[in-house]
């Protein structure tokens, strides 16, 4: 089965800074990978997605890049704000297949102000 | 659309009883999923059912744990008896029909459930 590895698991920058966080997924059919966001007590969030015919994706101050390859994909956070503050789930599934997603472990985020 | 409703949204029990969860999944979606997340071991998937019939209980920890989906708009997961160590946020999710129009792949959680057993 699919085994999806993400780093790193704790991730602390300044307000501003840019954040990156990186995953590996085992499974050459996978061909879609979303990120899920979840604030402290809150419910994991769909943020941003990405299919296997685009290399990069952006969404304002976020963006996700693959590299079908390489077999890893990564989000990246712009002029980052404590909102931003949570943990940042990846994950693969296979459209057309079970589109059942295999979760990284996630990284918790912290932006000091 | 509410979302998907999850109850109780917390609960303490104490070790031996029987803890019964609750899901409503959001209204046209036919995938159900049933997660839990702690601490060491993340976000588990416990089951999922498709059209309400379970395709998948591998994740399923032990006997100790059943998960039901009587019809659409109703799941349940049962332990019975819990142990201190099933204490965990307990998350329910659907995904939308092909027929929906939208992104089949995309999970809406729930709010959870806490879950402790001491």
């Known amino acids: 089965g699919e085994n999806v590895e993400q780093h790193p698991s704790t991730l602390s920058v300044q307000e501003g800074d840019s954040a990156v966080i990186k995953c590996t997924y085992s499974?050459?059919?996978?061909?879609?990978f979303p990120w899920y966001k979840q604030e402290l007590g809150k419910r994991p969030q769909l943020i941003i997605d990405?299919?296997?015919?685009?290399g990069e994706k952006k969404d304002q101050r976020i963006a996700v890049t693959l590299n079908k390859t390489a077999k890893h994909f990564s989000l990246h956070i712009t002029e980052t704000q404590p909102e931003d503050s949570a943990v940042y789930f990846c994950?693969?599934?296979?459209?057309?297949?079970?589109?059942?997603?295999?979760f990284g472990r996630g990284t918790s985020l912290i932006v000091h102000p | 659309d509410a979302g998907v409703i999850q109850s109780p949204r917390h609960e303490v029990t104490e070790m031996g009883q029987e803890v019964t969860l609750r899901c409503k999944p959001i209204?046209?979606?036919?995938?159900l999923f049933w997660y839990r997340q702690t601490m060491m071991r993340g976000l588990e998937l416990l089951i999922y059912?498709?059209?309400?019939?379970?395709?998948?209980d591998s994740g399923m920890p032990e006997d100790r744990f059943s998960a039901k989906m009587p019809n659409a708009s109703f799941s349940t997961l049962k332990i019975q008896p819990s142990e201190p160590r099933d204490s965990a946020v307990y998350f329910c999710?659907?995904?939308?029909?092909?027929?929906?129009?939208?992104?089949?792949?995309?999970?809406?959680f729930g709010p959870g459930t806490r879950l402790l057993v001491l």
């Open positions: 999710a659907s995904s939308p029909s092909l027929l929906s129009g939208r992104a089949r792949e995309t999970q809406y």
């Open positions: 499974d050459s059919a996978s061909n879609y």
């Open positions: 990405i299919r296997s015919n685009v």
């Open positions: 994950a693969a599934s296979t459209s057309g297949g079970s589109y059942i997603p295999t």
């Open positions: 209204s046209g979606h036919d995938y």
């Open positions: 059912f498709n059209n309400n019939v379970p395709i998948d």
